[in-house]
Protein backbone atom coordinates (compact mmCIF):
# COMPACT_ATOMS: atom_id res chain seq x y z
CA UNK A 1 0.00 0.00 0.00
CA UNK A 2 1.40 3.47 -1.04
CA UNK A 3 1.77 5.85 1.55
CA UNK A 4 -0.60 8.51 0.19
CA UNK A 5 -2.93 5.46 0.61
CA UNK A 6 -2.74 5.11 4.11
CA UNK A 7 -5.63 6.14 6.32
CA UNK A 8 -5.14 8.49 9.30
CA UNK A 9 -6.32 6.13 11.42
CA UNK A 10 -3.27 3.70 10.64
CA UNK A 11 -0.72 6.04 9.93
CA UNK A 12 -1.86 6.86 13.94
CA UNK A 13 -1.36 3.06 14.28
CA UNK A 14 1.99 3.73 13.27
CA UNK A 15 2.86 6.66 15.83
CA UNK A 16 1.12 4.51 18.56
CA UNK A 17 3.61 1.13 17.72
CA UNK A 18 6.50 3.56 17.58
CA UNK A 19 6.00 5.24 20.43
CA UNK A 20 5.32 2.35 22.53
CA UNK A 21 8.81 0.41 21.23
CA UNK A 22 10.74 3.79 22.18
CA UNK A 23 8.93 3.88 25.75
CA UNK A 24 10.65 0.03 26.48
CA UNK A 25 14.10 1.20 24.91
CA UNK A 26 14.07 4.66 27.18
CA UNK A 27 13.17 2.25 29.96
CA UNK A 28 15.88 -0.50 29.05
CA UNK A 29 18.49 2.51 28.90
CA UNK A 30 16.91 3.86 32.45
CA UNK A 31 16.02 7.66 30.35
CA UNK A 32 13.38 9.70 31.13
CA UNK A 33 11.49 11.31 28.03
CA UNK A 34 8.24 12.01 26.65
CA UNK A 35 7.27 10.91 23.47
CA UNK A 36 5.14 13.32 21.42
CA UNK A 37 3.41 11.65 18.67
CA UNK A 38 1.18 13.20 15.76
CA UNK A 39 0.91 12.80 11.57
CA UNK A 40 3.27 15.25 9.63
CA UNK A 41 2.89 15.81 6.06
CA UNK A 42 1.23 12.50 5.48
CA UNK A 43 3.56 10.43 7.44
CA UNK A 44 3.47 9.38 11.15
CA UNK A 45 6.03 10.93 13.55
CA UNK A 46 6.92 10.80 17.04
CA UNK A 47 9.39 12.91 19.19
CA UNK A 48 11.47 12.35 22.25
CA UNK A 49 11.74 15.26 24.76
CA UNK A 50 13.74 15.27 27.98
CA UNK A 51 14.02 17.86 30.81
CA UNK A 52 17.55 16.28 31.19
CA UNK A 53 20.04 17.22 28.74
CA UNK A 54 22.84 15.40 29.22
CA UNK A 55 20.84 11.97 28.79
CA UNK A 56 19.04 12.88 25.32
CA UNK A 57 22.06 14.19 23.42
CA UNK A 58 22.76 10.33 23.86
CA UNK A 59 20.27 9.59 21.70
CA UNK A 60 21.06 12.52 18.99
CA UNK A 61 24.63 11.32 18.90
CA UNK A 62 27.88 12.90 16.99
CA UNK A 63 26.04 14.22 13.82
CA UNK A 64 22.71 12.49 14.78
CA UNK A 65 23.77 9.20 14.30
CA UNK A 66 21.76 7.70 16.93
CA UNK A 67 18.21 9.47 16.17
CA UNK A 68 18.78 7.96 12.38
CA UNK A 69 19.69 4.45 14.00
CA UNK A 70 16.64 5.15 16.13
CA UNK A 71 14.37 5.91 13.40
CA UNK A 72 15.44 2.77 11.17
CA UNK A 73 15.05 0.57 14.61
CA UNK A 74 10.98 2.00 15.13
CA UNK A 75 10.44 1.60 11.83
CA UNK A 76 11.49 -2.23 11.73
CA UNK A 77 9.20 -2.93 14.36
CA UNK A 78 6.65 -0.86 12.92
CA UNK A 79 6.53 -3.05 9.71
CA UNK A 80 6.82 -5.84 11.77
CA UNK A 81 3.54 -5.05 13.75
CA UNK A 82 1.74 -4.21 10.77
CA UNK A 83 3.11 -5.90 7.93
CA UNK A 84 4.30 -2.81 5.78
CA UNK A 85 6.77 -0.21 5.56
CA UNK A 86 6.37 2.88 6.95
CA UNK A 87 8.06 6.04 6.49
CA UNK A 88 7.78 7.46 9.96
CA UNK A 89 10.19 9.96 11.83
CA UNK A 90 11.84 9.84 14.46
CA UNK A 91 13.31 13.05 16.50
CA UNK A 92 15.27 13.66 19.76
CA UNK A 93 14.54 16.89 21.53
CA UNK A 94 14.12 19.03 18.47
CA UNK A 95 17.61 17.98 16.62
CA UNK A 96 15.69 17.63 13.33
CA UNK A 97 14.44 21.31 13.24
CA UNK A 98 17.78 22.83 13.97
CA UNK A 99 19.53 20.35 11.62
CA UNK A 100 16.87 21.45 9.08
CA UNK A 101 17.90 25.49 9.75
CA UNK A 102 21.30 25.02 9.59
CA UNK A 103 21.18 23.65 6.20
CA UNK A 104 18.57 26.24 5.30
CA UNK A 105 21.70 29.01 6.09
CA UNK A 106 24.38 26.85 4.22
CA UNK A 107 21.93 26.93 1.25
CA UNK A 108 21.26 30.83 1.32
CA UNK A 109 24.97 31.25 1.87
CA UNK A 110 25.71 29.34 -1.13
CA UNK A 111 23.25 30.96 -3.29
CA UNK A 112 24.86 34.89 -2.10
CA UNK A 113 27.52 33.37 -3.69
CA UNK A 114 26.36 31.84 -6.72
CA UNK A 115 24.56 35.42 -6.87
CA UNK A 116 27.67 37.68 -6.26
CA UNK A 117 29.82 35.63 -9.02
CA UNK A 118 27.45 33.67 -11.15
CA UNK A 119 29.23 30.88 -10.90
CA UNK A 120 27.63 27.29 -9.75
CA UNK A 121 28.80 26.52 -6.23
CA UNK A 122 29.26 23.43 -4.97
CA UNK A 123 28.52 21.96 -1.79
CA UNK A 124 30.19 19.27 0.62
CA UNK A 125 28.56 16.20 0.71
CA UNK A 126 25.21 15.40 2.43
CA UNK A 127 22.97 12.24 2.72
CA UNK A 128 19.46 12.47 1.08
CA UNK A 129 17.46 14.23 3.66
CA UNK A 130 20.24 17.46 3.59
CA UNK A 131 20.40 17.32 -0.19
CA UNK A 132 16.57 17.29 -0.25
CA UNK A 133 16.48 20.41 2.03
CA UNK A 134 18.81 22.12 0.20
CA UNK A 135 16.92 21.21 -3.24
CA UNK A 136 14.23 22.98 -1.63
CA UNK A 137 16.13 25.83 -0.71
CA UNK A 138 17.22 26.82 -3.85
CA UNK A 139 13.88 26.11 -5.64
CA UNK A 140 12.29 28.53 -3.32
CA UNK A 141 14.13 31.15 -4.03
CA UNK A 142 14.62 30.72 -7.87
CA UNK A 143 18.09 28.83 -8.53
CA UNK A 144 18.69 25.37 -9.65
CA UNK A 145 20.72 22.53 -8.05
CA UNK A 146 21.52 19.21 -9.14
CA UNK A 147 23.11 16.21 -6.77
CA UNK A 148 26.48 14.55 -8.30
CA UNK A 149 28.47 11.37 -7.20
CA UNK A 150 27.97 8.44 -5.58
CA UNK A 151 26.69 7.76 -1.73
CA UNK A 152 28.72 8.66 0.39
CA UNK A 153 30.40 11.67 -1.34
CA UNK A 154 27.09 12.49 -3.04
CA UNK A 155 26.71 16.47 -3.27
CA UNK A 156 24.69 19.47 -4.46
CA UNK A 157 25.65 21.90 -7.24
CA UNK A 158 23.57 25.14 -7.18
CA UNK A 159 23.57 27.10 -10.63
CA UNK A 160 21.97 30.24 -11.35
CA UNK A 161 18.85 30.04 -12.84
CA UNK A 162 19.83 30.59 -16.79
CA UNK A 163 23.07 28.76 -16.03
CA UNK A 164 24.21 25.65 -18.18
CA UNK A 165 22.09 24.12 -15.08
CA UNK A 166 19.06 24.00 -17.78
CA UNK A 167 20.95 22.17 -20.58
CA UNK A 168 21.67 19.02 -18.16
CA UNK A 169 20.17 16.22 -18.90
CA UNK A 170 17.61 14.66 -15.32
CA UNK A 171 15.99 16.63 -13.26
CA UNK A 172 17.57 19.12 -10.55
CA UNK A 173 17.02 17.30 -7.59
CA UNK A 174 17.13 13.65 -6.26
CA UNK A 175 15.40 11.21 -7.03
CA UNK A 176 15.69 8.75 -4.50
CA UNK A 177 14.14 10.43 -1.11
CA UNK A 178 12.06 7.58 0.32
CA UNK A 179 13.97 7.48 3.50
CA UNK A 180 14.50 11.57 4.19
CA UNK A 181 13.54 12.54 7.09
CA UNK A 182 11.54 15.36 8.18
CA UNK A 183 11.87 17.33 11.81
CA UNK A 184 9.14 16.90 14.05
CA UNK A 185 7.44 20.26 14.46
CA UNK A 186 6.81 20.41 18.16
CA UNK A 187 3.13 21.44 18.80
CA UNK A 188 4.02 23.54 21.79
CA UNK A 189 3.71 27.00 21.34
CA UNK A 190 7.37 29.09 21.72
CA UNK A 191 7.15 32.98 22.85
Known amino acids: MADDAKTIDQLNEE ?3 AADY ?4 LDIADYEGDIEMGVRNGRPTVQIVA ?10 GRNGEVVDALQQLTRLAVQ ?4 ERSHLIV ?3 GFLKRKRQHLRDIALDAIDDVRETGEPVDLKPMNSFERKIVHDVVREEGFKSRSHGEEPHRHV ?5 ASH ?9 DDEFDDVTEPVESTAVEE
Not at 165 to 173: F, H, Q
Request: hydrophobic share 35%.
Open 157 to 161: TIYLK
Open 22 to 25: LEDL
Open 91 to 93: DVD
Open 80 to 83: QKTG
Open 15 to 17: ADI
Open 165 to 173: AESLDGEDV
Open 51 to 60: DDDTDIKHLI
